[in-house]
């Protein structure tokens, strides 16, 4: 049965942007869910020395949860050729922070980049490919997983990410041949920005998924997906488009954990959530372990 993490997206400019809260803040509060473990980003860190990364491990330990992915956010689309190399050689440390925070078998993130006006669909999937490939010996040495998300834009980023939408989503995943220390982080909700069916792209990624965000989203009374969609098919981050707990929002999650369950998915699922309060988050929380067991519980 899959174990269940949470991450604080309503808290993720207060850690990584302002700094009015930190990250053992975080751990703290979340001490009230009931969560097997806490996603990180990479950005809450105000250090990357080994005694604050331990500290933060520590911490996160302490508080009785494991640390299943860091997030990280790598630009391997940029048009200059020194900066995709400072991304590959940065993501290395991101790479080692993972095994150090979650060990054998944790998950570091990665995406593909910028989708760069300039930067033509071949050659960004060729760039994004070679970044990752060249990270994959330094996350087998690590004994930890590259795990691609469908992403819509770091929210830090100017542009949205370059394999946003499935079918360039899916030619980078292929461009990626190992199936042992690379795979796919799946996100429902992305596919929805992207304007993208969630349950198709994940049955053509479900045999190489390694780990999951399970948010949700709803439309404002009287919007409609097709008045938000852009001229690309995208939707991106309307105000018309509203986070909310887990389940109660567009995503087809019946339909979802069938097909986990099908593959015998063994990752972790970490809400993204609590827009509207702690809450809300642990009404996710329980959904999620609600669906589990329904699905993954033998006999049912």
Sequence with gaps: ????????????????????MSVFDWITQAKTLDADGLEMYDGFFTSLDNDY???????????????????????FTHPDAEVRKQMVDRHVRRIEITRRLGGAGAVCRVLSGQRFPEVARKQGIAWAADCINQLIPVARENQIILGLENHYKDGFWKYPEFAQKMDVFLE????????????????????????????????????????MHASDRYLEPGASLEELKEADGTLGYSAKLKH????????????????LADNNYQGWISIEDGMNGMDEMAESLAFLRQMSARYFTKGQ
Aim: proline residues 9%.
């Design 172 to 211: 980078l995943l292929e461009a990626i041949p190992d199936r042992k220390n690379f795979g796919v982080q799946y996100d429902p909700s992305n596919a929805v920005v992207a304007g993208d069916d969630p349950v198709e792209l994940l049955r053509k990624v479900a045999p190489r998924m390694v780990s």
């Design 1 to 20: 049965m899959p174990k269940i993490s949470a991450f604080p997206k309503c808290y993720l400019d207060t850690i990584a942007g302002t700094r009015e």
């Design 244 to 259: 909310g707990v887990t389940g109660k929002g567009m995503n087809d999650y019946p339909a979802i954990f069938k097909i």
């Design 53 to 75: 990364i331990d500290k933060v491990g520590a911490a996160i330990h302490a508080a009785g949860f494991e640390m299943p992915m860091l997030c990280c956010s790598p630009d």
